[in-house]
């Protein structure tokens, strides 16, 4: 069966300092992942989504970047973290089908002081 | 463009009431629905989804949706409510732009009362 994992499960960092969030993925090849934020008492925004390794589609402009070494890991980062960038990450897989369902992972909560 | 409502922000029923959580969409083709379920802290727990046929879907735990396409709606339902039922629902519609891509509500917390 398949899993899906993120870490860390929380962070705190510092205004300023740089982000790295990590999600893998178990149980299935060449996935589309997905990184979705979710803001105190909002939905789920997607920030970017993959298809393929090397290949990032930016949802929104932001203070983020995604990255997809290899074909089951997604890597969320920033360089100089924002307040506004505190909030609840979620990754999510799903086949490459056109029309599939996404399974989320535990989500990590970030806080930026 | 695609959007989901999601209504009512905050639900309380009783342990034993029936439940049902609102969410209307917008979406430009045939519509391939989904309801989430998010404990606090936890990421979201597929419960059902639409994609075609029958337009009554069950899910897990005891839930049920119902695709009604001439009020744009996918109410979730559920006859007896449990506490263990209490948390966030988001309703989610797709395809979007791009890989599979979902829209989501804004959630409904659910909270039950013993």
């Known amino acids: 069966s398949q899993t899906i994992h993120q870490w860390p499960a929380t962070l705190v960092q510092p205004v300023g300092s740089p982000l790295s969030l990590e999600c893998t993925v178990e149980g299935t090849s060449n996935p589309n992942l997905y990184w979705y934020r979710q803001a105190a008492g909002r939905g789920l925004q997607l920030l970017f989504y993959?298809?393929?390794?090397?290949?990032i589609s930016s949802e929104v402009p932001q203070n983020l970047s995604a990255s997809r070494p290899q074909d089951r890991q997604f890597i969320l980062s920033s360089k100089k973290l924002l307040l506004s960038d505190s909030g609840f990450y979620l990754c999510?897989?799903?086949?490459?089908?056109?029309?599939?369902?996404?399974?989320f992972g535990p989500g990590t909560r970030l806080t930026v002081l | 463009a695609q959007s989901v409502t999601q209504p009512d922000i905050h639900i309380t029923v009783s342990e034993g009431a029936s439940l049902e959580l609102r969410c209307n969409y917008s979406y430009g083709a045939t519509p391939y629905l989904f309801w989430y379920v998010q404990s606090p802290g936890q990421g979201l727990q597929l419960l059902l989804k639409y994609f075609s046929g029958d337009t009554l879907v069950q899910g897990i735990k005891g839930f049920e949706a119902e695709f009604k396409r001439s009020q744009s709606s996918f109410n979730l339902r559920k006859p007896s409510v449990h506490w263990s039922d209490a948390a966030e629902y988001f309703c989610?519609?797709?395809?979007?732009?791009?890989?599979?891509?979902?829209?989501f509500g804004t959630g409904t917390r659910l909270t039950v009362i013993p």
């Open positions: 989610a519609v797709g395809p979007g732009t791009g890989a599979n891509n979902l829209f």
């Open positions: 999510a897989w799903s086949s490459g089908r056109v029309v599939d369902t996404q399974y």
């Open positions: 993959s298809v393929g390794i090397g290949q």
